[in-house]
């Protein structure tokens, strides 16, 4: 199943688990996505950078992660290397990576993802790397991306089913859209996880009028979509600074970033101008003797001093406060509190834990599916 078999003993169920950590890492997810909605399924580094809200840094060492699992490889195209506006290095999917995408259902999302990718407006830069010559995938990694043609498609059934449901719905028009839509992109019963509401304009070639919450609540009471919660927790734990889930280690994980914070205050040696409305002007803290520790008679703004403000305490007490208590709360807190402000600048190395429920997902019923009818 994988390059990275689970420890001996372990057995299969945590090579699943293993496997389930590598794919679903959101940076990861992100790249596989891409990966299969371009059109030639081997972007580039720059085409990923263009189309993921993550640096280039973030992404490589991502796509280094996958390729030493074998679930893609770097393939590269010598010609290009001397042309100085075009890629030479591209990143696609291995065999290895096709069988286990095709296992965990990733392939099924392959229109969805072709859509979005479509309907992306490309830069410049972005463009001309997409239409740049590049290798060839192995033929049977082409051949398990190929989308085959669809057969014509008589939605009438199910147009009539809809309106005899909702008719009498201003949005009746794009629920037929919507319906049609999630047919010809694939999102059915035997789809794993259908699409989010958040992602029904992007994901989908559909262009309605009214919100599509209206039109996807609709089509649910209609019986022609399905809404379930994807499978897992009920409450997705995620850290900032790892930017990823952290479910089952929230605690240690929150007093990790603590130390960072209390390491970043420790090592704080810049002070920057208090402004005249800051609060430290009139709080207790105003009267510490120690510039680093906290503002002395206006001379500048600490993040020790900002938490002393934000807590309620001395600033000789910031550090005892920090490792006390609930650490998620006192860490959450602190952190919004640095960022609120405009006379410091946070590190990298903490930021909040972050609790996320999963959106519901919707896709075609089995009655919708026996509604639409197909001629070769």
């Not at 679930?71 to 069988?99: H, K, M, W």
């Not at 009438?156 to 859209?177: P, Y």
């Not at 952290?246 to 605690?251: A, D, E, H, S």
């Not at 410091?344 to 089995?366: C, H, N």
Request: hydrophobic residues 35%.
């Amino acid at each position: 199943m994988s390059d990275a078999p689970a420890a001996e003993g372990e057995g299969p169920f945590e090579e699943q688990r293993q496997i389930y950590d590598l794919l679903s890492q959101e940076t990861r997810h992100l790249i596989l996505q891409f990966i299969l909605g371009h059109p030639t399924h081997l972007p580039s580094l720059d085409e990923l950078a263009y189309m993921m809200p993550k640096n280039k840094a973030a992404i490589r060492d991502q796509l280094q992660v996958l390729d030493e699992n074998g679930i893609i490889d770097c393939y590269r195209y010598p010609p290009n290397e001397d042309a100085r506006d075009l890629p030479s290095q591209f990143y696609g999917l291995t065999a290895n990576g096709v069988e286990i995408l095709a296992e965990y259902n990733y392939l099924d999302g392959l229109p969805v993802a072709r859509a979005l990718y479509d309907n992306t407006r490309l830069s410049e830069k972005a463009q001309r790397h997409c239409d740049a010559p590049r290798p060839e995938l192995p033929d049977e990694v082409t051949d398990a991306l190929t989308i085959s043609e669809e057969p014509d498609t008589d939605f009438s059934r199910l147009e009539r089913h809809i309106r005899k449901q909702k008719g009498n719905t201003h949005s009746v028009d794009d629920q037929v859209a919507v319906a049609k839509a999630f047919y010809s992109a694939g999102i059915g019963p035997e789809t794993e996880e259908g699409i989010k509401r958040s992602e029904l304009l992007d994901s989908l070639d559909v262009d309605i009028e009214h919100q599509p919450r209206t039109v996807l609540d609709y089509l649910v009471d209609a019986g022609v979509l399905s809404q379930t919660e994807p499978p897992g927790p009920d409450v997705f734990a995620i850290s900032e600074r790892l930017d990823e889930i952290v479910n089952g280690q929230v605690t240690e994980e929150a007093k990790a970033n603590l130390e960072a914070l209390i390491a970043h205050i420790d090592d704080e040696l810049q002070v920057t101008a208090l402004a005249e409305d800051a609060p430290e002007r009139n709080g207790p803290q105003a009267r510490a003797s120690t510039p680093s520790i906290a503002v002395a008679d206006g001379a500048g703004r600490t993040i020790r001093s900002i938490l002393a403000t934000e807590f309620g305490v001395e600033p000789e007490q910031v550090v005892e406060l920090l490792r006390a208590g609930d650490p998620v709360d006192r860490l959450n807190t602190a952190v919004e509190a640095i960022e609120s402000s405009e006379e410091v600048t946070k590190s990298e190395d903490y930021g909040q834990i972050v609790f996320v429920s999963p959106a519901y997902r919707y896709r075609l019923t089995e009655h919708a599916m026996q509604l639409v009818s197909t001629s070769e």
